[in-house]
Structures are given as structure tokens and as C-alpha cells.
């Protein structure tokens, strides 16, 4: 899913103090998963995927900028170990974003299969942006519960539609790049967040002829890899999501 | 490996990465030079993935203009602080217009 709540926001820490504010931004949240729910029915439908494939990756993975990457290689024919790859490496960061959310919302014995089932991008923000640990809590929870049930919504109907519409004019083929950049965004201002972007093309452009489809993903992997243990300043260690 | 083997390997994978991260102990995932590679594993992966919707089909260069300009118009729009909503609405907007004038 799209980080909505990107790093000013989060740096605005107590903004959201009280519960309705906070139950306002996740029903936000919610209208908007639904809007990409259905976009990425529509697109995985587009890419030969069945209606249960594209639920099942709404409902089981549930993070959508690796939804989008694994329907977009195995549409443009690339390998499924490629697809899975990037899918997979995409999907790391959500590791990192547990640390600060279980220190929020501590969950116990099977609490913890769901909480992790919820961490996502727009829930850790939200539940980080919060003033006091309850507060912040809440925020996770109805953030989660929201989003999971709009995206899964939105999936199932861009799935049955996704055959009757004509997603090239619709501009549907523009969405994916355009929801990657607006990931992407925010994250330019990292140290060496520019410097990695350009490397990245860079290397995708240089593969993308003479490798299988995907590969020119995952090989940019290693541009961050090596940017992020090249010794330097460690004025930002990166921190957090 | 069938779409179906895919689908499910990729989304238990997923899952698993979500369940390591609120299980580890802090101090493993916690080191400064791990954080900052995860820090910029999205950064590279989305500007790959961007570089190939944009240019590329399948084994060759292929730059659409009509999608380039709708994703124009949405960095423009996220330059300009819109809503991910508006920037992503604006951007299949402008391409499905273009698509039907030109």
C-alpha cells in the first residue's frame, strides 16, 4: 500500500491528538485504499491474473507496492522468480517497520500473527505519529482495520470489473508508475536517497535489454545495498519508515 | 512455477517479513548500517520498477508519451504537496486524454 502519512507528517508528532481526528484519517485512508483496491483488481485482471489470485494477494500479502510489483513482472512476461523476488524485497521494509510497531502496540501470543498481518506503511505511520502510546495504539488498529477491509473490497470489485473496462484508455496503465513515484517521493530526501534512485536507473536501464524480465529489478537491490554499507557520515541512520 | 505457486509463496513471503519484524528483538534489526540499507532498499527497487513501466517493453527501450506525460503531471502534482489520491488521479487522467486527442 501507498505510504499516505509520509515523513512530515510524521514528524508532526501530537498533530493528531484525539481519537476522532485520528478516526477521520484513517476512514481517509480507507476511501482511498478502495480507490487502488480497485485499481489493482482492474490491473492484476489486465496482467491474466484470476479474480482468486488477485484476492489472495490482496487478503494473504497485503502490502501493495509489492502487489503491484509481482503482477507488473508476470505481465510483462518475466519470470516468477523474479516476480517473487522483487515482491520479497520490496516487501523488507515492513520487517523494519515491526520494531517501532510492536514496541506501540506490545501484542502477546496470537495477537502477534495479527498485528504483523497489519503492519504496512500508512499504519505504521499513523500509529508513529502519534503523542502518547494509547493514542497511537488506536491508531494502528482502526488504520488497519480500515485500509484491510476497503483494499480487500476495492480488489474484489476492480477484479470482476477489471474484464469490462479497457484499461489503456482509461490511463490505467499509467497508475502503477504513478503510485511508485508518489512512494518513491518522500524517500528522495534520505542521505543518498538521489544518488541511489539514479544508480538504480542506471542499472535497470543498462540490464533491461540483455536480461530476463524482473532481473533489472532485483539488481537494482544491490545499488541500495551497496550505498547503505558504504561507510560515510552516519549522520542518518535511516531510521524508521 | 505456476502463477498460483507464485501468488502463494510470494504472499506468505510477504507475511513472513512482516512477523520476523515484530518478533526479532530490537537489537537485530536495529543496527545502524542494516536500517540504513532497508532505508534504501525501496528507494532503488521503486526507481527500477518506475524505469521499467516507463521504458521499457519487455526486452527492448519503449517510451509511451502518453503515459510519460501523465506521470509528469503527477511528480508535478506531488511537487505542488497533493494528496497521493490527486497525483494518482491526475496522472491516468492526463494519459487517457491524451490517448484519446493524439
Given at each position: ?26 476512514i481517509g485512508i480507507g476511501v482511498y485504499a478502495a480507490v487502488f483496491g480497485v485499481v489493482f483488481g482492474a490491473v492484476a485482471q489486465a ?195 | ?102
Amino acid at each position: 500500500m501507498p505510504a499516505r502519512i509520509s515523513r512530515p507528517a510524521l514528524r508532526r508528532g501530537g498533530a493528531f491528538a484525539e481519537r476522532a481526528e485520528v478516526t477521520r484519517a484513517a476512514i481517509g485512508i480507507g476511501v482511498y485504499a478502495a480507490v487502488f483496491g480497485v485499481v489493482f483488481g482492474a490491473v492484476a485482471q489486465a496482467a491474466g491474473l484470476g479474480l482468486l489470485q488477485a484476492v489472495a494477494l490482496s487478503a494473504v500479502m497485503f502490502t501493495g507496492a509489492s502487489q503491484f510489483a509481482l503482477v507488473g513482472i508476470l505481465a510483462a512476461a518475466g519470470s516468477p522468480i523474479a516476480a517473487l523476488a522483487a515482491a520479497l524485497l520490496l516487501g523488507v521494509r515492513n520487517a523494519f517497520y515491526g520494531v517501532p510497531v510492536s514496541g506501540i502496540v506490545r501484542p502477546r501470543g496470537l495477537g502477534r500473527l495479527l498485528t504483523a498481518y497489519l503492519v504496512i506503511d500508512e499504519t505504521t505511520a499513523m500509529a508513529v505519529a502519534q503523542a502518547d502510546r494509547a493514542t497511537a495504539r488506536y491508531a494502528f488498529w482502526i488504520t488497519g482495520g480500515c485500509l484491510c477491509g476497503m483494499w480487500n473490497l476495492g480488489t474484489v470489485a476492480g477484479a470482476l470489473i477489471g474484464s469490462s473496462i479497457d484499461t489503456a484508455a482509461l490511463g490505467l496503465d499509467a497508475a502503477a508508475p504513478a503510485i511508485f513515484l508518489a512512494l518513491l517521493w518522500p524517500q528522495l530526501s534520505r542521505q543518498r536517497g538521489v544518488a541511489v534512485a539514479l544508480g538504480a536507473v542506471a542499472v535497470t536501464l543498462a540490464l533491461v535489454t540483455v536480461t530476463p524480465a524482473g532481473v533489472p529489478i532485483i539488481a537494482a537491490a544491490g545499488v541500495a545495498v551497496a550505498a547503505g554499507l558504504w561507510p560515510g557520515r552516519a549522520a542518518d541512520s535511516g531510521g524508521g519508515p | 512455477m505456476s502463477t498460483w505457486a507464485t501468488v502463494i509463496v510470494a504472499s506468505l513471503g510477504c507475511y513472513g517479513l512482516k512477523l520476523i519484524g515484530v518478533s526479532l528483538p530490537e537489537s537485530l534489526l536495529g543496527h545502524p548500517r542494516v536500517q540504513r540499507v532497508a532505508s534504501l532498499l525501496p528507494v532503488a527497487m521503486l526507481s527500477a520498477l518506475i524505469t521499467t513501466d516507463l521504458g521499457a517493453a519487455g526486452h527492448r527501450y519503449s517510451l509511451d508519451w502518453h503515459t510519460l506525460a501523465g506521470v509528469a503531471v503527477g511528480a508535478l502534482a506531488l511537487w505542488r504537496r497533493r494528496s497521493l489520491l490527486v497525483v494518482f488521479l491526475l496522472a491516468i487522467a492526463t494519459t487517457a486524454l491524451l490517448r484519446q486527442v493524439a
